[in-house]
Structure formats: structure tokens, C-alpha cells
């Protein structure tokens, strides 16, 4: 089981920097001026301790002391997968725009998962299988410290006070282990450099990043949001992959021959010219595979057709690889030609019957260009879309029975 204790102390301002709040190893210290360059007048007025360093670079020179003001902590309530309480803030940190009151919920998720949750707004939860958790409070200011009964790992977030703002989310804690590895996005080795690095992650709008530091110990910064963390148990790697993937579920397993040699390229113009690509490679005793298409195939390059004149035989064509253990993928864009005479093309004529197309801000079906010129794309946030697409594909796979489908070009193009 798991031991989460909560510790809270109330706290004034530290405006001396030479005072014992402030006496701490450069490498334990936390950024209190991550916004700007602060004189020591500047730092001391946020509370936050001020002591230069020879090397301006890695530790900050002003920083948080040992204790800072921040949220109260309210009465705990049940949940139903766990607890939750209100957080009041104690006193306006130096950011301009604080969000008073948050909300904490406790979470169980599976018997290895626990979930934290800071937001403004409470969050509702569905009912645990058992309870591994334990919170020991008072009403001061929150800090908490998660530590795991075994002494496996801890989670201790005493160090710097979590402040949430208006495009401003900041937490940090102190790691167990100098081995870190993960946070993605960036081509860096397996264990991460805990030397003052800050990493960004990019593919999200607001931008967040993680600041290690030698204590060890990480920062979390964002620019909105919730704090969302999930806290896996582990004790070992292996363990960690095996909970991760119950929470977000298990990836399909590619089919085995996906893992052999694939030969595909622009310009297999007909039928008879895939075949001799692949019976060259046959021929030279070359284990392939699988044989692709890209656009060449399709009639007025519009996807769901094939060629009547260079492609006719196509389905026979797929029939002779699967006799000689081949399989067969051929390129699909969801983009649909627009352009066709009404009734001649069946994926946009039932594609309009279905009303499954992105519209424009006047209502009307966005037009882009792709390959088959004037084209409108599938909204696949609409469930309807969803099953129109299946059933576009059942019929084509019906006629021609490919094994896989190259799916590419679902973006909007103004050509």
C-alpha cells in the first residue's frame, strides 16, 4: 500500500537572504524569477531569497526559501474514486492574475495508478475497486509529500510552492533518482541531463516544459490547463510500461508479414508494370514481401476507383500476389474529388447525402485542392462520417481486396 501524506505550514515572507530560510546548496534551489531577470530589490519583494553566484549560468540566483506561501488546504470529502478538497489561496504570489480558489482530487485508477488533479473547477469520478491511499492534513498552506510505503520512490513538492495563475501553472518536487528518462519530443539519450536543463514540448499549443535540476528534481511550467498527473507504481520499468498501457489502453498488434520488405514508388503506371516489379524482385530471389501503389491506380486520381484502362485487371492483379504469399497495399487519401458529375461518383454523392464534409464559416463544404483538383475532406470528428468512411472502404474492398491502405494527404490544401 501507499502512504500520501499531505504537510502544510503557514508561512511569511522571507525578506532576508542571508536569513537560515535561505541557506541551501546551489543545486537545491528554485527559480523564483523564471519570468524576468531580477535585481535583489526585485527578488526580495517576491519574498524569494537573492544570493549571486561566480557562474551565472545553471543555479538561479534568486530563488524560492525553505517555506512560501500558498494554498489552504480545505476539509477532505469522499469521492467516489477517491478524495478531493477546495484549495483557498493564503496570499497573492507575485504573478498578476491568481486563481483563488482550485480544486484537489485524489484518484485511484487502478490498484498501480494514482491520479492528482489541481483545476479550477471540480472534477467528477467514477467508483475505485479498492483503496491504496492515505491523506494526513491540516487547513494551512498545501504542500504535499508523496512517499511510497516500501521507500521505493518519493514525490516531495515542499520545495517550491505550486502557484496557478491566469496562463501560468507551475509544480515542482524532488525525484528519488537521478535517472530520468521520457518527456518525449526531443532527440536526447536514454537518461536525461539533470543539469539545469529545461525541455519544451512543442506539440501542444500551450507549449508546457519541465525544468531539471542536479538536486534531483524537476518543475513543471504551463501556460493553461489543469495539473494532471499520473503517478505509476512500478517498483520496475517492465511494471511501469504494464500500468501505463492499462490507463491508455493497449496498442494493435501489427500483423507479422507488415515487418517484411515493402517496394513502392510514383510511377508503377500500369498493372503489367507492378507485376514485372515484382517478379524482377521474384527473379533475383529477393524475399519481398509486399507490393504497393501509390496514386497511379486511380481513375482521375479520385480515391475508391481504379483505372479501367491501366488498371482493370487490378483486382486479379492482387489475387495472382496472394497466390505467391504476397500481400498487397495500395495509397488512400481521404480527400474526396468534388468535382465529378452528381451520380457519378458515390463517395461524395453519399458523402453529401450524410452531410459528413468540413464546412466553412458560411455553412457551406470546404473546397481545397489536392490531387483530383477541387476536393472536400471527411470531418471525422462526426460519428456519421466515421461509418460512411467504413462503409466507402467495405465496398471498395469488396471489388479490389487489399491488405493494408496507405492513408496520407488529410490535410486542406489551397494549391
Known amino acids: 500500500s501507499l502512504n500520501f501524506v499531505f504537510i502544510h505550514i503557514l508561512n ?47 543555479p538561479p540566483w534568486c530563488f524560492y526559501p ?45 490498484a498501480d495508478c494514482f491520479h492528482l488533479t489541481v483545476s479550477i473547477h471540480p472534477q467528477t469520478c467514477g467508483v475505485p475497486q479498492s483503496k491504496f491511499f492515505h491523506f494526513t492534513y491540516t ?17 516531495n513538492t515542499t520545495v517550491a510552492p505550486l502557484l496557478f495563475a491566469d496562463q501560468y501553472l507551475q509544480l515542482s518536487t524532488t525525484l528519488a533518482s537521478s535517472f530520468v528518462s521520457g518527456l518525449g519530443e526531443h532527440y536526447t539519450s536514454l537518461l536525461l541531463d539533470l543539469n539545469w536543463t529545461s525541455l519544451t514540448l512543442w ?73 514485372k516489379v515484382a517478379q524482377s524482385m521474384h527473379d533475383e530471389n529477393f524475399p519481398m514481401d509486399v507490393q504497393w501503389n501509390d496514386l497511379d491506380y486511380a481513375n482521375k486520381r479520385r480515391v475508391f476507383t481504379f483505372d479501367p484502362w491501366r488498371f482493370g485487371d487490378l483486382p486479379e492483379m492482387v489475387e495472382e500476389f496472394h497466390k505467391r504469399g504476397m500481400k498487397y497495399i495500395l495509397i488512400l487519401d481521404p480527400g474526396i474529388s468534388s468535382s465529378s458529375t ?34 472536400a475532406f471527411p470531418d471525422f470528428t462526426n460519428p456519421d462520417t466515421r461509418q460512411w468512411w467504413e462503409d466507402c472502404i467495405r465496398d471498395f474492398h469488396s471489388k479490389v481486396p487489399v491488405d493494408g491502405l496507405w492513408i496520407v494527404c488529410v490535410h486542406r490544401t489551397g494549391l
Open 12 to 58: 511569511n515572507k522571507c525578506n532576508i537572504s542571508t536569513g537560515s530560510e535561505c541557506a541551501m546548496a546551489p543545486e537545491s534551489r528554485f527559480d523564483c524569477g523564471r519570468d524576468k531577470l531580477l535585481s535583489q530589490s526585485e527578488c526580495e519583494d517576491r519574498g524569494c531569497c537573492y544570493a549571486p553566484l561566480p557562474d551565472s549560468a545553471g
Open 66 to 110: 525553505r517555506v512560501y506561501p500558498g494554498y489552504k488546504m480545505g476539509p477532505l470529502i469522499p469521492t467516489p474514486r477517491g478524495q478531493g478538497a477546495s484549495l483557498t489561496l493564503a496570499s497573492p504570489s507575485y504573478l498578476p492574475k491568481d486563481i483563488s480558489t482550485l480544486r484537489l482530487d485524489d484518484i485511484q485508477e487502478t
Open 139 to 155: 487547513f494551512k498552506s498545501l504542500y504535499f509529500l508523496f512517499v511510497h510505503i516500501l521507500c521505493l520512490f518519493s514525490m
Open 203 to 275: 506539440n501542444r499549443d500551450m507549449a508546457p516544459h519541465v525544468i531539471l535540476q542536479p538536486t534531483p528534481a524537476l518543475t513543471w511550467v504551463s501556460t493553461g490547463g489543469i495539473l494532471d498527473l499520473y503517478i505509476f507504481l512500478g517498483p520496475d520499468p517492465q511494471s511501469v510500461i504494464r500500468q501505463y498501457l492499462q490507463i491508455i489502453g493497449y496498442p494493435m498488434m501489427p500483423s507479422y508479414w507488415s515487418l517484411g520488405f515493402h517496394l513502392c514508388r510514383w510511377g508503377y503506371t500500369t498493372t503489367n508494370t507492378t507485376r
Open 342 to 375: 452528381p451520380g457519378t461518383y458515390p463517395p461524395f454523392d453519399d458523402g453529401l447525402k450524410r452531410d459528413v464534409f468540413i464546412k466553412n464559416a458560411t455553412g457551406q463544404i470546404l473546397i481545397g485542392k489536392v490531387w483530383p483538383g477541387p476536393t
